[in-house]
């Protein structure tokens, strides 16, 4: 599957419900089979498991490498650490542990041991969660110019995984193959699919 | 460019080494004045200062801004778009620059201490006023009249647009003179289904035209072409924008006659009795914070509105006690 499929897809409301189950397996094990990164400064080895399945499950390995691969875990372990107030970080935590849970219930194990299938009906119960809270009043503060991550834990979570992947060196450099010194303006070009931008 | 430990005479003194200091530097240079540019800030060499080419990967917070640090030393800084985790160097440390302000009249002074000051920073579009802006006020009967017109200005227009090199369409438009431009960029897609649409309907009622900015598309007075890289604010290591650290100081610099101070803190101009003119300007070392004095025989104050106008109301002496250039009492007040 190309990345831009992989995008079509996450834009689709079926998304999770369209992607194999084997891909979803094959995700799977290699998690499992990674070793834990030992860096961590906030997420715990179980939350950070959850991090790593759930940001893969948003990003695969496609015809590039994935969110697992571009470290976003690590990246969002810096952002807890160093960038989010204590408020922002206890929605995001308290996020992981409602994950947990709600896998708990419906499949009687944690989410980072979950099939890829189970994964996914998880994440897309917090989609759709937040998409039917979309157009609720928000506060004052995250509709100015700041850069805030007081958003409900799966805005926080789509959001950091989409900023950690596209600014990793894999997302940068293989995926959208950003060029630094473009050298040349080209305001209106024909666009092919299979051209990278 | 040369630094001074001394004091010495100079024909003119320039306080501030932004836009309006680095033209007056390139000016009086020219025209053979030996000139002394005082900085407040420290200085900057593009090769070493400049990171418009660093990319995102290399950035610990990936352009999310080191938050926490900005939030404590630059709460108002942070405020402008171009204070990113690359570029907040070139703005001030709030702590170190404290101000205060009615409770109900905020302000958020951007501010950029370093050889440049906002001049790397600016957001360089560049659009003539028409008659319509000079004699607006007129119009609504509004103040006094001003003194000037469009063709006073113009061949000024003409003049600084001719070094700085303006990019844009000419529309022939009265309300926004064409000036004599470089090739303009072009339009994306939607710009230009919008352009046409905008043309089927209002004719030229309504114009939609490219912006009009202070950045080269072609070399130009030996400065290069932009290479679109994006993040001008950064800084632009090919001089394709104009700033004073591109353009104006190293034409200065070449004649050999600019002399460039760096960590030069001006807290007052020196009036003197006899002459009955300024003739000296204070400075405080920001490094040594040794206190010295140089001499001109003009001094062009060119340290951003604010400064500038501090400068002037510190520099009160038993004669003219509310400061300098302040017989109306109006000096530092209705600025908006």
Request: some cysteine.
């Amino acid at each position: 599957m190309e990345r831009r499929e992989a995008l079509r897809l996450m834009g689709a409301v079926s998304v999770f419900s369209a992607l194999s189950s084997d891909l979803f397996a094959a995700t799977l094990r290699a998690q499992l089979a990674a070793n834990q990164a030992g860096t961590l400064r906030t997420l715990s080895p179980a939350q950070n498991d959850i991090v790593v399945a759930m940001s893969d499950l948003m990003i695969p390995a496609t015809g590039t490498p994935g969110a697992k691969a571009a470290k976003v875990n690590e990246f969002i372990d810096l952002i807890l650490t160093e960038w989010a107030t204590e408020e922002e970080r206890k929605i995001f935590l308290e996020g992981l542990a409602e994950a947990d849970r709600r896998t708990n219930a419906l499949f009687s194990h944690g989410f980072a041991a979950a099939t890829g299938k189970e994964q996914a009906a998880i994440v897309q119960g917090f989609d759709e969660e937040l998409a039917a809270s979309r157009n609720e009043k928000l506060p004052e503060q995250i509709r100015s110019w700041e850069v805030t991550l007081l958003h409900p834990f799966f805005a926080q979570m789509r959001r950091l995984t989409i900023v950690g992947y596209y600014t990793s060196p894999i997302g940068q450099e293989q995926e959208l193959k950003v060029e630094i010194i473009p050298g040349a303006l080209h305001g209106c070009v024909p666009a092919k699919p299979e051209v990278n931008q | 460019m040369r630094t001074v430990k001394k004091p010495e005479t100079y024909d003119a003194i320039i306080i501030g080494s932004g836009m309006t200091g680095g033209w007056a530097a390139k000016e009086l240079t020219e025209k053979g004045l030996k000139v002394l540019v005082l900085e407040a800030g420290r200085p900057i060499e593009p090769d070493r200062d400049y990171v418009e080419h660093v990319p995102i990967t290399e950035m610990k917070f990936r352009g999310m801004n080191d938050r926490r640090e900005t939030l404590k030393d630059q709460p108002i800084q942070r405020t402008c778009y171009a204070c990113d985790e690359w570029a907040s160097k070139f703005f001030v440390k709030d702590t170190e620059n404290p101000y205060t302000t009615d409770p109900d009249k905020p302000f958020a002074w951007i501010r950029g201490r370093q050889v440049g000051g906002k001049s790397i920073l600016w957001a360089r579009q560049s659009y003539r006023w028409s008659d319509l802006d000079f004699e607006a006020n007129v119009r609504e009967g509004m103040g006094a009249d001003w003194p000037i017109r469009y063709a006073d200005i113009e061949p000024w227009y003409n003049y600084v647009e001719e070094f700085a090199g303006i990019t844009g369409q000419a529309e022939g438009l009265p309300q926004l003179p064409d000036g004599h431009f470089l090739p303009p960029m072009e339009m994306n897609c939607a710009e230009i289904v919008v352009k046409e649409a905008m043309a089927r309907q209002f004719a030229r009622e309504r114009v939609m035209t490219i912006g009009r900015s202070a950045v080269l598309t072609q070399t130009h007075n030996g400065r290069a072409a932009c290479h679109y890289c994006g993040p001008c604010h950064r800084g632009c290591i090919t001089q394709s924008y104009f700033s004073s650290v591109n353009a104006t100081l190293p034409v200065a610099e070449k004649t050999g006659r600019l002399t460039l101070r760096p960590y030069s803190v001006v807290p007052s101009l020196t009036f003197d009795q006899q002459t009955r003119r300024v003739t000296g300007v204070k400075v405080i070392d920001g490094q040594t914070h040794k206190v010295m004095e140089f001499h001109g025989r003009i001094i062009f104050l060119c340290a951003s509105a604010l400064e500038s106008t501090r400068i002037l109301l510190n520099s009160a002496t038993p004669e003219f006690s509310t400061g300098l250039a302040n017989s109306s009492g109006e000096l530092g007040r209705n600025e908006t």
